[in-house]
């Protein structure tokens, strides 16, 4: 049962936020109608500008001075809930995966060279071995060059360095991606700090994930999940000043540097991790969630308020004999509960995963430009 408020219940701030949103898009507006066919690096400025989110200060409204209006009584919308969304990441991956082939032909016109993404694999993990195989093929369907460097569990430390440097030190070689996780006898912080800042696609490399929480700063890749997120969300127009987000997970790879992304698009950001008291408390107050804990079926629909935008980033192995590879993908998020209360909703397998593989190719093609642009 939805609620309808019978009058405007805006707080004072609300003609200031408004002010600063119109200011902001005039200037978008205006930056759009200067620089139409003035080539490729306009485009690719106003893609990042949009992927990091408006440029708007932090002005607080002065406390009112006169009584407040009394708490409106709300009216009962007993119609029934509009059927979710269910955001298609397959399409969305597809329609930027074939703008990326595009840009990828225009950039072996310019420079005569192909991208090129190096992949580094340590042990056999079946699901770190299927995204891998899922990333080689985008690179093989949008034309970018993959190189594959396969360890065994029991390789050393040093041994996958060794091929972190090595591919440092190829001019051929534009982005390095270390598949996570690695083994736990190493030290994987030491390990993707190793990859050179201007090769790390993955956006993990300290000097990226600092410029990325400091408002200003643009860092040279921003992560690919936490990316291919903000992309889901942006192109279904869905609002994200303003708005309560609660970021289950904090780990490197998702949840900070989703967290950070939300902020710089001026949306209240809560984070949910294992030691949160009350996590379903926390979550049911959300207008948008966005779950990245790695544990199946962890947000039950109870968790959840009607209305609520839900992105799961969760892809949890499943044990099941009668798949082609033994296990199936499971997110976060407790599908067939969520789905009857959410607006918009992605789906596991099908939602999140695609439009972060596009994301990494995005950036590998963005890694090879500066790099040719450096060099000339």
């Keep these: 049962m939805a609620l309808r408020w019978g009058w405007g219940s805006a707080s004072a701030s609300a003609p200031v936020l408004f002010s600063l949103l119109a200011r902001s898009r005039r200037r978008r507006c205006h930056h759009t109608i200067t620089t139409v066919g003035s ?71 310019s420079y005569g060279k192909v991208p090129v993404l190096a992949v580094i694999l340590v042990g056999h993990r079946r699901d770190s071995q299927t995204y891998v195989r899922y990333k080689i093929k985008a690179c093989n369907d949008v034309g970018i060059t993959s190189l594959l460097a396969q360890l065994p569990h029991s390789c050393s430390e040093d041994d996958v360095l060794h091929s972190v440097t090595s591919f440092n030190q190829d001019p051929s070689v534009h982005g390095i991606l270390v598949q996570l996780p690695l083994p736990q006898h190493m030290d994987e912080e030491r390990i993707l700090g190793a990859v050179s800042l201007h090769k790390d696609v993955d956006g993990f490399h300290p000097l990226n994930v600092g410029n990325l929480a400091l408002r200003g700063r643009r860092p040279l890749f921003i992560p690919c999940a936490a990316k291919a997120c903000l992309q889901l969300l942006l192109r279904h127009q869905i609002d994200l000043v303003g708005k309560h987000a609660v970021v289950i997970g904090r780990s490197k790879v998702v949840g900070l540097p989703t967290s950070l992304l939300l902020q710089r698009h001026h949306a209240t950001v809560s984070i949910v991790h294992a030691f949160t008291h009350r996590p379903e408390e926390i979550t049911r107050e959300a207008d948008i969630v966005i779950s990245a804990a790695g544990v199946a079926n962890l947000v039950r629909g109870s968790w959840l308020k009607r209305g609520v935008v839900v992105i799961d980033v969760g892809t949890n192995p499943i044990e099941d004999p009668d798949s082609e590879h033994g296990y199936r993908l499971t997110g976060d998020v407790h599908f067939d509960e969520a789905v009857k209360v959410a607006s918009a909703i992605t789906p596991v ?24 642009r450096s060099s000339v």
């Excluded at 409106?72 to 059927?83: G, K, Q, R, T, V």
């Excluded at 397998?349 to 040719?372: F, R």
Aim: glycine share 6%; proline share 14%.
């Design 39 to 109: 080539g490729k690096e306009e485009e690719e400025e106003e893609d990042a500008r949009a992927i990091l989110g408006p440029d708007l200060p932090d002005i607080w409204s002065p406390l009112p001075t006169s009584l407040p209006r009394p708490i409106p009584i709300p009216i009962l919308d007993i119609s029934a809930p509009a059927p979710p969304t269910i955001i298609d990441g397959n399409s969305i991956a597809h329609q930027i995966r074939s703008h990326i082939s595009t840009h990828v032909i225009n950039f072996k016109t």
């Design 349 to 372: 397998p099908g939602g999140v995963g695609p439009v972060t593989i596009a994301m990494l190719l995005s950036n590998t093609l963005d890694a090879a430009k500066e790099a040719c």
